[in-house]
């Protein structure tokens, strides 16, 4: 079980639910969504992940996905000068407000989440599961199926998170609750 749970972990992990999300709205609201899938891709998902990556590989990190809480401020300021060049590139760019205003979201959410971090770690996985089996069921036309693949997704990897000892069921929880609010936050904001 240990072995599901982490490829659970790896197929569902924040930087590729992200990519999917960030991805699935360009393409249902851009006319020309190559240019903004490529920014987000590059700035939000592959730097992120390359730096996480290199943290690790230089023994700055215990792990991948930095599960030492005093270890995940670095990632996370890295991080955020990485988005906040993608938000710059993606508000010049002719595209979707919609895609414009996930990116600037998903750089105020790591802020909230590096802020939490000073104070009790909260799970990054948890949290973008929560967005995405929220967010994107809106963009797929909202049917009911969505939304149950979306919170199974959810399941899944709270459950492997668990499973695995990476994180405690309150880190799970809050993780959830953060990323159930931003997305709250993301569809009233494109009403």
Known sequence: MHKLASLLAEIFS???????????????TDPHPLPAIGVALGFLVLVPQVLSVRLYKSGKTTDRFVQVREQ??????????SVVIGCLLLNLLPTSRDVQLIMNTAAAT??????????????????????????????????????????????????????????????????????GIVALFYLSALN
């Open 72 to 81: 995940r401020t670095q990632l996370y300021v890295m991080t955020l000068v």
């Open 110 to 179: 790591l802020v909230v989440a590096m802020l939490l971090n000073f104070i009790i770690k909260v799970s990054i996985h948890a949290l973008m599961a929560a967005l995405f089996g929220i967010v994107l069921p809106v963009y797929l036309g909202g049917a009911t199926l969505y939304f149950v693949v979306g919170a199974l997704i959810w399941a899944v990897t709270v459950w492997a998170r668990l499973h695995n000892k990476r994180h405690s069921a309150l880190e799970l929880v809050l993780g959830t609750l953060v990323g």
């Open 14 to 28: 924040p930087f590729i639910l992200c990519g999917i999300l960030i991805s699935t709205i360009a393409l249902a």
